[in-house]
């Protein structure tokens, strides 16, 4: 039989409120099964309950609470008291010696009751104390178990709800990536189009003047050429004066037919006296075209630059929207990986869980046992029937576990 340490009942007092808050509790249903203890029993745990809640330092390893938190306790439970009255009621029970400061659990169940504190310390806690402990022994093992697996299995399930967010996040990056890949590479292919079209243009430009730069050239050579008769030199001065009064933009892209040239040729003795009159002005009026022709050229090149400068960025762009996509598809392969390894953890978690559910029928079965036999604390087993209730919320509903409300 379990009996307190002390040479008094005051010393065996202060040994019993030197026992955790649950054991408080035990020890009181124990004591009085038959008076109080089977009718009260489940708001014995809502006791413990509460006072795990408010014992901040070390919940149900506690053994007494302040005098505010204990009329917080009291509060809770519908018993109210003043300052005053707590304490007279307290000392009323003759279990109090001195100042109330801190209060355990025993002093509040002594004067709720009204029962003899010398009977409390005394009272019979059973005559199988060893079949006892080890039942409390199995259920202890059983209970840290579920909770380490419950914790396991959680935190699987978020990693693996984290790791399918993930996935799915880099799925959508990569699918992301590729389009931004793919719209680059239009781009640098509309940027090289450009290009090559501007070039174009610049090199049809360039050939169109060096074929006017060689006809004035031609011309002005058979113009003087001593050689050939009056007419042939006059004939080639009046086309001359002609191309040099034209304005060769956009440098001579409308061919003059045959018919045309032949008529000013036949034209040319006649215009020839007229033409060299309007050279000088022609001539300036071509170099004024010539300049402005060039100016184009000028521009048509630099555009011409900034159209390769466009294409090498858009290059540029596509090969960094490729590293992109790579690196999205990586981060989506890791992701998966991730997932594969959440997921592995969260069956881990589940078998772990099914090994718990048969170490618990295992002290269940221990349990039964030990409640069949005479003398046994009625208060501990109910508590621990209770206990064992509770553990159960850890197991799936499929494997005889229950959600709680």
């Given amino acids: 039989m379990a009996r307190l ?4 009942d005051f010393e065996k007092l202060k040994s019993l409120c030197l026992k955790t808050h649950k054991e408080q509790l035990v020890w009181f249903l124990n004591g009085f099964w038959n008076e109080y203890g089977q009718r009260d029993a489940e708001n014995f745990w809502k006791y413990a309950l509460k006072l795990k ?15 505010l938190n204990m009329h917080r306790f009291l509060e809770f439970f519908k018993e109210t008291m003043t300052v005053s009255e707590m304490r007279d009621n307290l000392r009323s029970t003759g279990a109090i010696q001195g100042n109330v400061r801190m209060i355990p659990i025993s002093h509040i169940l002594i004067f709720k009751y009204r029962v003899d504190w010398h009977h409390l310390i005394n009272a019979s806690q059973g005559d199988n104390k060893a079949e006892i402990e080890e039942a409390q022994r199995k259920l202890d093992q059983v209970q840290a178990a579920f909770k380490q697996a419950e914790a396991a299995s959680a935190e699987a399930k978020r990693a693996l709800r984290e790791a399918e967010a993930r996935e799915a996040d880099s799925k959508a990056r990569e699918a992301n990536a590729r389009a931004k890949e793919a719209d680059a590479k239009a781009r640098e292919a509309e940027a090289r189009a450009a290009q090559d079209e501007l070039q174009a243009a610049l090199n049809e430009l360039h050939a169109q003047e060096a074929a006017y730069k060689a006809k004035v050239d031609d011309l002005t050579r058979r113009g003087n050429d001593e050689s050939v008769g009056v007419v042939t030199r006059n004939k080639a001065k009046a086309e001359l004066a002609q191309v040099l009064a034209e304005d060769p933009l956009p440098l001579r892209k409308a061919k003059i037919t045959q018919e045309a040239a032949v008529k000013k040729a036949e034209k040319a003795t006649n215009i020839a006296a007229e033409a060299r009159s309007k050279a000088s002005a022609s001539a300036n009026a071509a170099s004024q075209a010539r300049k402005q022709a060039s100016e184009q050229a000028a521009q048509a090149k630099k555009a011409a630059e900034q159209a390769a400068q466009a294409a090498e960025a858009a290059k540029r762009a596509a090969e960094a929207a490729s590293q992109a996509r790579k690196v999205a598809e990586q981060a989506a392969q890791a992701a998966s990986q991730a997932r594969h390894q959440a997921t592995v953890a969260a069956q881990a978690a589940e078998a772990a869980q099914e090994e718990m559910g048969r170490k618990l029928e295992e002290a269940e079965a221990y349990f039964n046992e030990v409640k069949s036999r005479p003398g046994s ?3 501990a087993l109910w508590w621990m029937e209770r206990e064992l209730h509770e553990a159960r919320a850890y197991l799936p509903e499929r494997k005889g576990g229950y959600r709680k409300k």
């Fill in 53 to 67: 809640e408010l014992d901040l330092q070390k919940g149900l390893d506690g053994n007494e609470l302040d005098e």
């Fill in 5 to 8: 340490a002390g040479a008094n």
């Fill in 377 to 379: 604390a009625k208060g």
